[in-house]
């Protein structure tokens, strides 16, 4: 079945400064897609980044990529210089839904990050 | 190019009443998702249509909980005889022909009293 951990409740971070946001995932499919997602104050969910497992390299979009290892089953998401409009809730995400079939996505509990001038 | 829409975007309601919300993807996005929030949680799935078949749909999904999309554009979820425990943000998400990307409206959130 399809889970997704963040370990990272909350993180402080320093503007400009890189940010890691953890997510591990378990699943028994050999086919899987890892993705992330944004959640401002607001509320809209902004897709941010995704990852095939087949894919060969790592994802990248503008600054935000994604460091995938498969062998240990994690998908963090790298912010680079880091910008106070970065100031959010992030999810990490992936396709299945134990029960539930296998479009449909599984998200983590989320990690609310604060930028600091 | 518009995104996902969504309609209410607020609902008070009493215990017991039904609901409907409405959601109107990306035009051409033929994969339409509804989601559950609660707060502090990641959305739950709740039910997926291709066009207007609807392939699959999580266990959240009880008995009083049903979605359609008659003509593979718009989608409705309705609930029957809310509960305390329905209050959350329900949102919606679509998905272009070949991409895995889901994007989402901006939620109906219910308050059910």
């Known amino acids: 079945a399809q889970k997704i951990t963040q370990t990272q409740p909350g993180m402080f971070v320093q503007e400009k400064e890189a940010v890691t946001l953890d997510c591990t995932y378990d699943t028994s499919d050999p086919s899987y897609g890892l993705f992330w997602y944004k959640q401002p104050s607001s509320g809209e969910m902004i897709f941010l980044i995704y990852?095939?497992?087949?894919?060969?390299q790592n994802a990248t979009e503008g600054r935000y990529s994604l460091n995938f290892q498969k062998a240990r089953k994690s998908a963090n998401l790298v912010i680079s210089a880091s910008q106070l409009g970065d100031s959010a809730m992030y999810f990490c995400a992936m396709r299945g839904v134990p029960g539930g079939g296998a479009d449909g996505l599984t998200f983590g509990k989320g990690t609310h990050l604060i930028i600091q001038p | 190019d518009t995104g996902v829409s969504q309609d209410p975007r607020h609902k008070i309601t009493k215990r017991g009443q039904n609901v409907t919300f409405r959601c109107d993807p990306i035009?051409?996005?033929?994969?339409l998702y509804w989601y559950r929030q609660t707060l502090g949680q990641g959305p739950e799935f709740l039910t997926y249509?291709?066009?207007?078949?609807?392939?699959?749909k999580s266990r959240l999904l009880s008995d009083r909980f049903s979605a359609e999309r008659p003509k593979g554009s718009f989608s409705t979820l309705e609930i029957q005889r809310t509960e305390q425990g329905d209050s959350a943000m329900y949102l919606c998400?679509?998905?272009?022909?070949?991409?895995?990307?889901?994007?989402f409206g901006p939620g109906t959130r219910l308050t059910v009293l």
């Open positions: 035009s051409e996005h033929n994969r």
């Open positions: 249509f291709q066009n207007e078949a609807q392939l699959e």
């Open positions: 998400a679509s998905s272009p022909p070949g991409k895995n990307e889901q994007f």
């Open positions: 990852q095939g497992s087949y894919d060969q």
